[in-house]
């Protein structure tokens, strides 16, 4: 009567309102959850999968960000049963929890092309993970449709924070001049901002930032974040009644759901100015047109 939780970094603050939902889901009916964290290690990560069972647990929940995942695919084969969340893996028909990645990309696309931006830049999160992968094959499909260039690209090493700030400073010195950056999730959001803060660019006067996920405390920071809402603690809840479907029914055929996103439009979008090597191009006065006075006649 328990499972385990597998999930890549505690610290990321994603991840507590879904495996609340999980607790809830699964309290119920008297299950309970052992919750490790794996620092995106395979090593760690292995030795945790073994821990967990040799305490037996009933199934696993996988939040783990890594593409390639061959625990995953042991446990599979000796049929565990298995739920991943809000990740995907290609080749195995596995119950999937995710939330609609490209549709929340075309959101945030949506609104800052509205805005009037043209010039928009992607940070991409790390591509040995699905929803990294996903979110930027969505940007360069959105900003090829929008008839925009979809080259203006960075990609984190990490979902981290510092990895924000790092990629910030790469978008600024190979692409200088655009007006917009979307992040791929909220932690490298707030490294953007770090790295504004430093330079002296004002968001969203200078820049406008859209991040991704509305993980807890986006509207404290400031200027508050306007970023694409994940519905965690659903992810979660619907994760636990699929576990319970499959510990129940591990015959019948594992089911698949993807949850709809929204945008939360706060304050660090705006309608874009430019910028040129980091810093606020110069105003050029206007011109104007005057009608010329008429010549007096003789």
């Keep these: 009567m328990s499972v385990g939780v597998v999930i890549p970094d505690l610290t990321n603050p994603l991840f507590p309102p ?22 995106n290690n395979p090593e760690r990560e292995a030795t945790l999968v073994r821990a967990l069972r040799g305490r037996q647990v009933d199934g696993f929940f996988f939040a783990s960000a890594r593409v390639e995942y061959p625990a995953i695919d042991q446990l599979a084969r000796e049929r565990i049963p298995l739920v991943l969340i809000n990740r995907r893996l290609e080749g195995l028909n596995l119950p999937t929890v995710t939330a609609d990645d490209a ?9 800052v092309s509205d805005l009037g931006h043209t010039r928009i830049a992607y940070l991409a999160g ?6 990294g992968k996903a979110r930027l094959c969505a940007f360069r499909t959105g900003m090829t449709d929008l008839g925009l260039d979809p080259t203006t690209v960075v990609e ?3 979902w981290s924070e510092e990895e924000g700030e790092r990629g910030m400073a790469q978008l ?28 002296g660019i004002q968001c969203p006067g200078h820049l406008s930032v859209v991040g991704f996920n509305d993980v807890q405390f986006m509207d404290k920071v400031r200027p508050a974040l306007t970023t694409v809402a994940i519905p965690q603690y659903e992810i979660g809840a ?4 699929l576990m319970l479907e499959r510990i129940r029914q591990p015959n019948v ?46």
Aim: aromatic share 6%.
């Design 18 to 39: 879904i495996v609340r939902g999980i607790e809830d889901g699964l309290m119920t009916e008297g299950y309970a959850t052992l919750l490790v964290s794996t620092d």
């Design 103 to 111: 549709g929340g990309v075309l959101l945030a696309l949506k609104h």
């Design 126 to 131: 790390p591509q040995w993970t699905s929803t």
């Design 156 to 158: 984190a090493r990490q």
């Design 172 to 199: 600024m010195g190979r692409y200088p001049g655009f007006t917009a950056v979307l992040a791929g999730n909220d932690l490298l959001a707030l490294g953007c901002y770090d790295f504004m803060a430093h330079r």
């Design 238 to 241: 619907t994760a636990a009644r």
């Design 253 to 298: 055929a594992p089911t698949s759901v993807e949850l709809p996103v929204t945008l939360t439009v706060r304050e660090s979008t705006a309608a874009p100015k430019t910028l040129e090597h980091g810093r606020l191009a110069p105003q050029r006065p206007k011109k104007t047109s005057t009608v010329p006075k008429p010549r007096p006649t003789a």
